[in-house]
């Protein structure tokens, strides 16, 4: 009989961790796919768990394969840094707050088109894929901002390579980050540590539109705003408020991220807000020593789950440690020549073509 994702979730809870709890638990097992007797998924640990998480890693395999209707289990572990702990105190400024009333949607001052990075659950890829398309459409010419708006889990700031919080000098206007040609902001960023965790609705409709007001985003051809995944207050604000010229959904090619990822869509879709197409991300892994091949996560679902939704394909996404390394280095893999930055550069260049960015 073939193994449920229940059965191998109640079987990894097995893999205790030395701090306490285990894999499960601590939400540590992503992009979870059952294909056949086989069975994948991406353990992703915090950056200082790191290479200290391979025995968890082998061990989680050793089990998969004991399980009944489990024949291959392939788990690749990955690392993510938070936050900086010494990041300085947010600015001083009267952040969040009930929103202020608007008739319907209103368009950023100076801003042509905003571009809503999204995504159905977390670590598919969403930030990555974000802060990568930005880079890749400031190098063709365009005058890009990137706003974090994921603020359970801001991550940009790294990838971007930038340390510093947004200052505001008079209480009023933020100025915002500047990397990599790119203009940014951050909401995770205005917010003091462990704050996030207790913001809901008004608060958040609020923050949100003064950052797309009080920022001095300047003149921009394009924002793209990295969403926090799922439907939450900040997706509805931001569909509500702001005029978006729309959508892009990242998913990785299985199943559940899609069936969520569809969840995603259909808001958009009720909110009018145009889906503009679908990425798919982690897409085929590479061996980076032998450059062998492998699609981990199935292949092409996102791809077919676009064509039977009338979306726009806009490209694929390797799983490559190079893209996972630059963005904890602060270097999108975008501002180089490899081939992956091609392929980044390959989908803003599709966005441009299509009037999008
Ligand atoms: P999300 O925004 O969807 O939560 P992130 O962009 O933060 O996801 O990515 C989660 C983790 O996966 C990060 O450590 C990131 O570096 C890594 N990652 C994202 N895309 C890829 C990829 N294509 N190949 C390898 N690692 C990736």
């Known amino acids: 009989m073939a193994v449920t994702q229940d059965q191998i979730l109640a079987a990894l809870t097995k893999i205790e961790l ?3 709890g285990n894999i499960v638990s601590r939400d540590m ?14 353990l992703e640990v915090p950056a200082e768990h790191g290479p200290a998480m391979e025995p968890a890693r082998a061990a989680a395999e050793r089990l998969l394969v004991r399980l009944p209707g489990v024949t291959k289990a392939s788990v690749i572990l990955t690392a993510h840094v938070s936050a900086p702990k010494s990041a300085p105190p947010p600015p001083n400024l009267q952040f969040g707050g009930h929103p202020k009333p608007q008739k319907g949607p209103e368009r950023v001052a100076g801003v042509d088109r905003i571009l809503a990075i999204a995504s159905g659950k977390g670590g598919v890829g969403k930030s990555t894929v974000a802060s990568n398309l930005a880079v890749a459409l400031a190098r063709q010419g365009r005058r890009v901002g990137l706003l974090d708006a994921d603020i359970y889990g801001p991550s940009q700031h790294r990838m971007m390579g930038l340390n510093k919080r947004p200052a505001s000098p008079d209480g009023k206007q933020i100025i915002p980050l500047k990397n990599h040609g790119v203009t940014f902001m951050s909401m995770g960023l205005m917010l003091k540590e462990d ?24 003149e921009l051809d394009v924002l793209i705003i990295d969403l926090p995944p ?17 959508a892009i959904i ?5 199943d559940i991220a899609l069936l969520d990822a569809r969840k995603a869509i259909n808001m958009f879709v009720k909110t009018n807000t145009p889906v503009l197409g679908m990425i798919e991300n982690m897409s085929v892994y590479i061996c980076p020593n032998c450059g062998n091949e492998d699609h981990l996560f199935g292949h092409g679902g996102a791809k ?31 501002i180089g020549d490899g081939p992956v930055a091609s392929i980044y550069a390959d989908i803003a260049k599709g966005l441009i073509d299509d009037g999008f960015a």
């Open 304 to 334: 077919a789950e676009a064509d039977k939704l009338g979306l726009t394909f806009r490209g694929e996404i390797p799983l490559s440690v190079e893209i996972r390394l630059a963005s904890d280095k602060g270097d999108p893999v975008a």
């Open 230 to 246: 799922g439907t939450g207050d900040v997706q509805l604000t931001l569909a509500q408020k702001t005029v978006v010229t729309g």
């Open 250 to 254: 990242v998913s990785t090619p299985q």
């Open 18 to 20: 030395a701090d306490g």
């Open 195 to 218: 704050e996030a965790v207790i913001w809901r609705g008004p608060l958040l409709m609020g923050a949100l539109q003064q950052l797309l007001g009080q920022v001095a985003w300047g």
């Open 29 to 42: 097992v992503r992009a979870l796919s059952i294909e056949g007797e086989t069975v994948r998924f991406v």
